[in-house]
DNA sequence: GCTTTAATAGTCAGTACGACTATAAAGAGG
DNA sequence: CCTCTTTATAGTCGTACTGACTATTAAAGC
């Protein structure tokens, strides 16, 4: 709103929030998509999300519908967070939808569900996720970079993992959406040596059931920002 | 949409671009403002901005809105990119108004000029710019926090730059936008040192006109991110 | 010419990093 | 119960990068 603003008659959109639901399962990168019910694009797979509603924000209708489409009770503790916007006109056949993306991290992935809706839900590994309805192979794409991107310089990862974990899940989280594997004991070195990424679970409580020496328990720790980044080994034309 | 998509009726909304548009004026940060004509905020200073038209995706609008507020021929070398889109039910007492958040970063501000429309368009430095119509502090606050970040890792700086700049000029773009000092041999050294970032222009062109020693030119380098990152020194609660 | 200003070169010690090697503590299988 | 396998953790070494400096160069302005 500015000058324009009040220049030129505005026409009515509809607004939707689609949600790309990231999650680790048996180590690899998994995404919630649903069936779609209705035509346009009957019987494709697509990003859940829905219309939101009048007395909403893009961010509540996105909760909301995190909350129906995973079937989780408290959703309130998990990373959501706005993508982008995509407003190409010709986006969906049907009408004018302009459609907030949001990325949201899950721990532990709830069993496939019914879902609120006759459609069904599913989890998905990344990889064979394609092709999906509308422009939702290219929000899945952007959110798998940004959710990358942001494993570098913030310690968004641990929002994958359970509030405790040791560190070998959390090179697990790295690993898998990098694609790439990683040097466990200067993983390990970096991370403790990054203020404020993880801190040690007090009691010297450790995780056993796995095979091989029981792992340190640590937390989330409170840094929004990871100082030094922990960058991915040669994403592009890096020199060496 | 998803499962949702198609349960709810939805409700038509309003769809606008704004635009924080960012440059650097006498070594501070500057932004372009208008002046509201008409109620709501009549009299206020806001973003600029306006209407997504019915063939338009935000993009093209925020992009044809750049060009009628600056007043510049060719708008389309210009850094133009989403920030984030604001959304809650209150932020335009009118009516239901979803905005599509843009930032935009200008190498040499044009001077002000009437503007498209009735109301007056200006540069105001950063530091002085608030309190602005509807949630429009935010949306500059939240420009102001993704470009500084941006500067760390992506080659954003260039964006305020001309085509051909010294690396004394580079480094006013770090120093006004994060507002600090930073040390001009170590800038250097590590501006060069990453891979893509500048590269010289190849006649041993310089600039004078000022005084001291002459400067060396660079261009903008082909490299989407900056590896190593150029981290600004101390941002929160880092060690040392 | 001398001063001022800004660009560029170089130094040095502390830190971070990648690539390894070594040790410790558990479970599995005989 | 002993050994192998698995995973966690500790430590080493040489290179690269960083911050804090000092030094030199080349122009403009008295």
Do not use: I
């Given at each position: 709103m500015g000058t324009a603003y009040d220049?030129?008659?505005?026409?009515?959109?509809?607004?939707?929030?689609?949600?790309?639901?990231?999650?680790l399962r048996d180590g690899a990168l998994h995404v919630l998509l649903v069936e779609r019910g209705q035509e346009p694009y009957k019987g494709h797979w697509a990003l859940p999300g829905g219309f939101v509603q009048p007395d909403e924000?893009?961010?509540?209708?996105?909760?909301?519908e995190l909350a129906e489409e995973t079937g989780l009770?408290?959703?309130?503790?998990?990373?959501?967070e706005q993508l982008r916007t995509y407003s190409e006109p010709d986006r969906d056949p049907r009408m004018r939808v302009v459609t907030v993306a949001f990325t949201a991290l899950l721990p532990h992935p709830p069993e496939p569900h019914g879902g609120s809706d006759a459609a069904q839900a599913r989890w998905?590994?990344?990889?064979?996720?394609?092709?999906?309805?509308?422009?939702?192979?290219?929000i899945l794409a952007d959110a798998h970079d940004r959710v990358g991107a942001k494993l570098e310089y913030t310690g968004l990862a641990t929002?994958?993992?359970?509030?405790e974990f040791t560190l070998g899940e959390l090179q697990q989280v790295y690993e898998t959406v990098w694609g790439t594997a990683l040097d466990r004991p200067n993983f390990r070195r970096k991370v403790l040596a990054t203020a404020g990424f993880v801190e040690a679970v007090p009691g010297a409580a450790r995780l056993t059931g796995g095979r091989g020496k029981p792992a340190a328990l640590y937390r989330a720790g409170t840094a929004a920002t990871l100082h030094p980044p922990l960058l991915?080994?040669?994403?592009?034309?890096?020199p060496a």
């Open positions: 220049k030129y008659a505005h026409e009515p959109f509809a607004v939707t929030a689609d949600l790309a639901v990231l999650t924000s893009a961010e509540t209708a996105a909760r909301r009770s408290d959703v309130s503790g998990l990373h959501l998905v590994p990344y990889d064979t996720a394609g092709p999906l309805a509308f422009d939702h192979d290219r929002a994958f993992c359970p509030p991915r080994p040669t994403p592009e034309g890096r």
